[in-house]
């Protein structure tokens, strides 16, 4: 903080430091009455600043070097020689605070070429009536590119008069909002910043205040109009990371705009995972968006494609009946653009029309990723620019201000300049970028509210007119709840009243996610050798043990190997007809080793998260997603969150340890339960087919935590084996083929993807 101020006040010299101060962190609970004094007694009240602070920030803004430093930075901004225009200090916010703390609230503040691109995306020009406000600011980094469109490069000759009239101008239609007080004083200094050399006097206020965007809007001043342009990055948390009290005092909002469209079962099997981001835009748009003004936002792109939790949000209806039509979406998922593994895009949203299908939407790849994708010229895009379409407010043509803003509404071309993506430290030019024209709808044409489909608008084949439910349902597997240190072991050996055992430490895709559970439940006990009865224990598959056509843990001489290699299984201690843990009378009788082993990691069990919130009323070591097709013998099971289908059919395991037992795959996994092995063939080979691939990538993040789901299996339309159909049974063979003879795998292949093919697209003309 006492950077900020320091730099502010090199940046206008001939104010005094306390005015500065004040002006900076003046309370937004009084209104400001010109008293340089009160803002400093404010921030003093509200314990923003200490005297340490002030004293630091007056010695810093007195050092020759930052006063030439400023004015270097300046002399390249008003003569163009450099780029010193944006946010000042987001650097600075990145190198201060952990990434963990920044994760945690949400803060991942937008590249300013990201921002650039939405801003021009939307149509915004910084023309005269098109007022803009940021609903969580940051540091201010759309309010520096908005204020920049306003400003441009003001003419030496301009008078007084003409210099205060623009900044009035500037303060009336450019506004910003932040929950957090130290983004709110940083947002005001980049303000200052990017007015610098028109402002004559010290204005009264700042049309920046410190508020939460959603629960307590700011009334008054600037705020009180509605405005052409919402914009921004709200903060993305998901709903399970909000604290408590946040959660209680915003359920009302989520229920008013409609945002919790599921039932509880529902929501209990993973379709609550909604994110703050889309009650964001909802209240946005109700409380601050004029009616056809417009709304920008960078989104994470799971509220497009998730099954479940994004239904509410992509009906894109206000609780009064006003219409959001959605006219543009980029889709960044590709590109790392913030220092995090999330998939981005931005959406652009015009209040008062419906969204018509289907949506404009670009997909962008690094340009070092994109030989083997077809790409789209940047020409097709500026042809199909936002403001191409009829959509927002026309600019008119009585301008109090002249138009310094882009030319038209097309979208800048990225710079070059820079090829990486971006890390930590966002880079202003941004990364080399194609563009890839696709088009968007639901997967359902009845249902609104389901996830979207994306596809090239080249593409050969309407996806869109494959999609239908499938005849089958899928499962996810066998869930620990976060403990798979205590249920995986392997089996290592015979014993006279059961088998050998050894502890596993799981692999990195089979720990369980780190908001599943309050701390990593790992064995308390002592590793080593144990005697576990057979009877609950099944052959594991692991994330990384299913491959296309191939399960890699079937290896007998694997299993026979000793220390370095036995069976690795999972102890299966929960009724599936019951859906909860086996009875402890029964457990501890009919399986006394069993029984000693789980009391030896009964505290680590009873702190589940998982089995807090859906197992507390039975024994403490429930699991979770298991039931009677858990133990079917026969199935069909693919990895989710991975970038293809990899689909293996899989029949009874004989084991020379454990028996003839069914396989049980872990929860990253999904499974079709199957009558007979040629089903479960068959069911490998639609799978794993090419076209059903392509289907499943357009409707959901390739590789994101959507992909392979129960949920969007329901939508791959796969229709039930018929013995009698020769396509089933011919699929049956070479999928069996492909797996048992490796040799033969590639033209079985082939042969699958054109059956299936010709099979869909018969499907599609009928």
């Known amino acids: 903080m006492a950077i900020v101020v320091a730099v502010t006040a090199a940046l206008y010299e001939s104010w005094p430091f306390e005015a500065v101060v004040g002006l900076l962190g003046r309370s937004l609970r009084e209104p400001s009455d010109g008293d340089e004094r009160r803002g400093r007694q404010d921030c003093a009240e509200d314990g923003m600043l200490s005297d340490a602070v002030v004293s630091l920030g007056r010695d810093l803004a007195r050092s020759p070097e930052l006063r030439s430093e400023i004015r270097r930075l300046a002399d390249c901004r008003e003569s163009g020689r450099g780029r010193a225009e944006g946010d000042l200090f987001k650097n600075l916010h990145h190198d201060l605070f952990a990434r963990s703390w920044r994760h945690w609230g949400g803060e991942y503040y937008t590249p300013d070429w990201l921002a650039g691109r939405l801003l021009d995306a939307a149509g915004y020009r910084g023309i005269s009536n098109g007022r803009l406000i940021d609903p969580a600011c940051g540091s201010g980094t759309f309010l520096c590119q908005a204020v920049s469109r306003l400003v441009g490069p003001p003419p030496a000759a301009w008078s007084v008069e003409e210099r205060r009239g623009l900044v009035r101008h500037v303060l009336d239609s450019v506004a910003g909002i932040d929950i957090n007080p130290l983004a709110v004083w940083t947002a005001r200094a980049n303000l200052l910043a990017a007015l610098r050399g028109l402002l004559d006097e010290m204005p009264d206020e700042l049309p920046i205040v410190a508020a939460d965007s959603i629960l307590s809007p700011p009334p008054t001043g600037v705020f009180s109009r509605p405005f052409d342009f919402v914009v921004g990055n709200p903060p993305w948390i998901a709903w399970d990371h909000l604290p408590a009290d946040y959660r209680n005092a915003t359920k009302p ?181 194609v563009v890839h024209r696709c088009q968007a709808a639901p997967v359902r044409g009845d249902a609104p509210g389901a996830p979207w489909i994306i596809q090239s608008i080249d593409s050969a084949i309407d996806l869109a007119s494959l999609v239908g439910l499938s005849e089958y349902q899928a499962h996810l597997g066998a869930n620990s709840g976060g403990a798979n240190g205590i249920y995986w072991l392997r089996v290592v050996g015979k014993a006279a009243d059961g088998v050998i055992v050894e502890s596993v430490a799981p692999s990195k895709r089979g720990r369980a996610k780190k908001g599943e559970r309050a701390r990593p439940a790992a064995p308390n006990a002592a590793r080593g050798s144990m005697v576990i009865e057979p009877d609950l224990l099944y052959p594991l598959v692991r994330w990384q043990d299913v491959d296309r056509f191939c399960l890699r843990c079937t290896d007998e001489a694997s299993s026979r190997s000793g220390a370095d290699g036995g069976r690795l299984a999972i102890l299966l201690v929960q009724d599936p007809s019951t859906r909860t843990g086996i009875d402890e009378s029964r457990l501890s009788q009919a399986f006394p080793h069993c029984y000693q082993y789980l009391a030896a990691h009964q505290a680590a069990l009873l702190q589940r998260a998982a089995f807090r919130r859906y197992q507390a009323h039975g024994p403490y070591w429930s699991m979770y997603n298991v039931g009677p097709y858990t133990l079917s013998p026969y199935k069909v099971v693919w990895r989710r969150m991975d970038k293809i289908i990899r689909a293996v059919a899989l029949g009874p395991c004989r084991d020379p340890l454990l028996g003839e037992k069914p396989y049980v795959p872990q929860e990253t996994c999904v499974f079709v339960p199957c009558r007979e092995a040629d089903e479960a063939y068959y069911l490998a080979a639609i799978l794993n087919s090419e076209i059903v691939g392509q289907l499943a990538a357009a409707q959901s993040i390739v590789g994101g935590k959507g992909f392979g789901t129960p949920g969007m299996f329901a939508q791959l339309n796969i229709r039930r084996f018929d013995r009698n159909n020769q396509r089933h049974q011919r699929l049956a063979f070479l999928a069996a083929e492909a797996q048992s003879q490796q040799d033969k795998r590639e033209q079985a292949i082939r042969e699958i993807d054109a059956i299936v093919r010709d099979e869909y697209l018969a499907r599609a003309r009928d």
């Open 253 to 433: 909002l989520w229920l008013h705009y409609g945002l919790f469209s599921l039932g509880a079962a529902a929501a209990r099997h993973g379709g609550a995972k909604k994110d703050l981001s889309m009650l964001m835009v909802y209240a946005a748009a109700d409380r601050y968006l004029a009616l056809g003004g417009r709304l920008a936002m960078v989104l994470p792109q799971i509220v497009f494609q998730s099954a479940g939790s994004g239904d509410g949000f992509r009906r894109f209806v206000l609780p009064d009946g006003t219409k959001l039509g959605v006219f543009r979406v980029d889709d960044y998922s590709r590109v790392r653009v913030f220092a995090a593994s999330n998939w981005t895009c931005t959406v652009c949203i015009e209040k008062g029309r419906p969204t018509q299908f289907p949506v404009e939407c670009y997909r962008w790849t690094p340009a070092e990723c994109a030989e083997t994708i077809p790409s789209t010229p940047l020409t097709h895009l500026e042809q199909g620019g936002a403001g191409c379409n009829g959509f927002g407010p026309a600019a008119d043509g009585s301008r109090q201000v002249p138009d310094r803003g882009t030319t038209d509404d097309a979208p800048r071309p990225i710079p070059v300049e820079a090829r990486e993506a971006l890390l930590d430290h966002p880079s202003d030019a941004g990364p080399s970028l």
